[in-house]
């Protein structure tokens, strides 16, 4: 049996299958630190796909607040844009391999994003730079 993490430490997390001889379900039972058992069923599609869709909007808003870091107007603009434009096209794919495969180059530009606004930061704030 899979395990899904409710954020409990493993120990309190047991795995057990019920429902009839045919039919196995997999799910969890939850030992609280005062002794009591409670039972949790395993993520849905549904639960999948708000877990998914949590993470786009939290790779969103990061992206957009990394933006803010930029040196200048227009490159604000231009990371600003690019995402919303990005998270426009791409909002209605409904392949999970898809999905996960955006969301990781999401990241990958994310972190892009940082690394060239801090690089950018360091090169716009040296003196005499915009001097020709």
């Known amino acids: 049996a899979r395990f899904y993490n409710c954020g409990l430490p493993e120990k309190f997390i047991l795995p057990i299958t019920i429902n ?3 039919k196995i379900s997999p799910s969890i039972i939850i030992r609280t630190q005062d002794g009591h058992m409670t039972g949790a069923l395993q993520p849905t599609a549904a639960a999948a796909r708000a877990a998914t869709r949590r993470q786009a909007l939290s790779l969103y808003r990061r992206l957009l607040r990394s933006a803010r870091y930029m040196p200048t107007p ?3 603009a231009f990371v600003e844009d690019r995402t ?3 998270f426009l096209e791409n909002m209605h794919e409904t392949d999970p391999n ?4 955006m969301l990781a180059i999401g990241e990958t530009n994310l972190d892009t994003v940082k ?4 690089h950018l930061g360091t090169i716009f704030s040296t003196p005499g730079y915009h001097k020709t």
């Open 20 to 22: 009839g001889a045919d």
């Open 74 to 76: 227009n490159r604000r």
């Open 98 to 101: 898809e999905i996960k495969f």
């Open 84 to 86: 919303r434009a990005e």
């Open 115 to 118: 690394v060239q606004s801090q």
